[in-house]
């Protein structure tokens, strides 16, 4: 699903921020990436959605060459990718209802068609007695799940996930992580950036370490948690 | 995908951007509105002077002075030639009457023009040139051609004045194009500048549209919508000062100066042509400064 060849990330003047990054996520995986701030991790994720464009390699998405992807082509391909970040990015002028059903409104699907998909979604994060809300009434873990629900209203294969739970109390963390593991059943390809190693400890799931813009080590869940149990 | 629920949340996200930023889009309205009556104004202007160069040009006459030999027939078959090549309205003055008028003309003096033993002037041709021939070019190429026919002993139509007066009518009109220009650029700008800081309090509603795979287009429809919006209202405010102008000031500027300008300055300031071309300016400018402003924000 998601495939780096060679990628290095470097802007002028500093040292590079990926160096040599080779990685492959199959479909439906679920991915942690991790390591100390400044690793990388973020950078990596803004590649596969084209927020930023790599200086040298290859990156597949679905297929997909992104590396060579035409400016107009970046729009169709973000339609497919769900993308969930640490500041939520909500508009707080709007109903969490209308917040939702922005990314639907892109894509020109009927109002009522719309509304149906965006109930269905709000229930399935838990919060569709909040559809009339405006995002600063709710809690910080209710704005993180509308986030959610904006980003898979629209049936994406692939949910990034950059520091869900940053902001959030150790309960809202794992309300958060317990949604994008159910979202992951339903087969959508999942990754997620992440310091918090008690995250790793307690799902298990395939981690990706970056330092200092390199991939240290990849493993798979029970040995990534062992790991940190020993460490 | 469906092409009305997009166009509807087109024109929905351009009525909230309307009512969210009110003083911003009140400025860019006011601005192309007074850019759209000073060139109401200027239009108005322009038809008057033209009235007025009218008026002042059927003054010119051209007088042709004929032989002193030439006999009645011949004076009349030149009135012939002479309206035929000049297209105009020729009266003949014959020698006596030429006399006559001398002598009305120069008042007390004129009992000396009795001790004269015959009458020296020459039978002459009054022409009335014809509106096309109003002009310092065509007049001096008519002049030519009238001094070319046998018979003819001189002509004379005022050219200084004729001349001077061409010259101050294109100088106005060059003056008002260099102003209307400069003021559609600056209007441009402001346009811009406006709707930019409207935009900026939008920027982070163009971010997520991106994100969510919001093609330039889409995130642009709206704002170009806006400018549209803001282009149909300056030339609507601007189409009813200028019918206020023509409806409280334009009878009055009339009655005071008839005398001078014609009977245009009294004439509808709001005419279908100029409010079709107004709206369609006010468009533009909309359209235009929203164009300008929106781009720069869409790199996400």
């Known amino acids: ?169 150790p309960a809202l963390t794992v309300e958060i992580m317990d949604l994008l593991t159910q979202v992951n059943v339903r087969g959508t390809t999942v990754m997620v950036a992440t310091h918090d190693a008690t995250l790793l400890a307690r799902y298990q799931k395939r981690t990706v370490r970056l330092e200092r813009g390199e991939i240290v080590s990849d493993e798979d869940g029970v040995k990534a948690a062992r790991r940190m149990v020993a460490g | 995908m469906s092409v009305v629920a997009k166009a509807t949340y087109f024109w929905r996200s351009a009525a909230v951007g309307l009512r969210h930023s009110p003083f911003v889009h009140f400025i860019a309205v006011t601005t192309i509105a007074i850019a759209l009556f000073s060139a109401g104004m200027a239009r108005g202007a322009a038809r008057v002077l033209d009235n007025l160069l009218a008026s002042l040009g059927g003054e010119v006459e051209v007088t042709v002075y004929l032989s002193p030999e030439m006999g009645e027939d011949e004076v009349h078959g030149m009135r012939t030639r002479v309206e035929e090549v000049s297209a105009g309205q020729v009266t003949v003055v014959p020698p006596d009457a030429a006399l006559t008028r001398l002598r009305t003309e120069l008042g007390d003096l004129g009992d000396a023009l009795a001790e004269l033993p015959e009458n020296p002037l020459p039978a002459t041709l009054e022409l009335r040139v014809p509106p096309e021939k109003r002009n310092p070019a065509a007049l001096q190429a008519l002049a030519k051609d009238l001094r070319a026919m046998p018979g003819v002993s001189g002509v004379d139509y005022g050219e ?32 811009a500048a406006t709707l930019q800081l409207a935009i900026y309090a939008r920027r982070g509603e163009i971010e997520i549209q991106k994100l969510v795979g919001a093609t330039d287009r889409f995130v642009k429809a709206p704002f170009l919508l806006e400018g549209l919006l803001q282009g149909l209202m300056g030339a609507g405010v601007a189409l009813l000062g200028l019918w206020a102008f023509g409806h409280v000031l334009g009878p009055t500027l009339g009655q005071l100066f008839a005398f001078l300008l014609g009977p245009g300055v009294g004439a509808a300031w709001v005419e279908p042509r100029l409010a079709l071309e107004l709206v369609g300016a006010g468009c533009g400018l909309g359209l235009g400064g929203s164009f300008v402003a929106v781009g720069r924000f869409l790199r996400v």
């Not at chain 1, 060579?68 to 082509?73: G, H, M, T, V, Y």
Request: aromatic share 6%.
């Open chain 1, 1 to 169: 699903m998601i495939q780096f060849f060679h990628v290095y990330k470097a802007y002028p003047g500093d040292p590079p921020v990926l160096s040599d990054i080779n990685l492959n996520v199959e479909k439906g995986e679920f991915v942690f990436l991790t390591g100390p701030s400044g690793a990388g991790k973020t950078t990596l994720l803004k590649l596969i959605f084209c927020a930023e464009k790599a200086t040298k390699g290859q990156i597949l998405v679905g297929g997909r060459n992104i590396a060579r992807i035409r400016e107009s082509a970046v729009p169709y391909l973000r339609r497919n990718i769900g993308v969930v970040f640490q500041d939520f990015k909500l508009l707080p002028h709007r109903t969490v209802e209308d917040n939702v059903s922005f990314t639907l409104d892109v894509l020109g699907v009927p109002r009522a068609e719309a509304r149906e998909k965006v109930r269905r979604m709000l229930k399935l994060v838990g919060l569709e007695h909040k559809a009339d809300s405006f995002p600063l009434r709710l809690s910080g873990g209710e704005q993180q799940r509308v986030v959610i629900a904006r980003a898979l209203v629209n049936d994406p294969t692939i949910l990034l996930a950059d520091e869900p739970t940053g902001n959030l109390d």
């Open chain 2, 160 to 191: 200084a004045a004729v001349e001077r007066l061409t010259a101050i009518a294109r100088a106005l009109r060059f003056g008002s194009l260099v102003a209307f220009v400069v003021v559609l650029g600056a209007t441009v700008i402001i346009v």
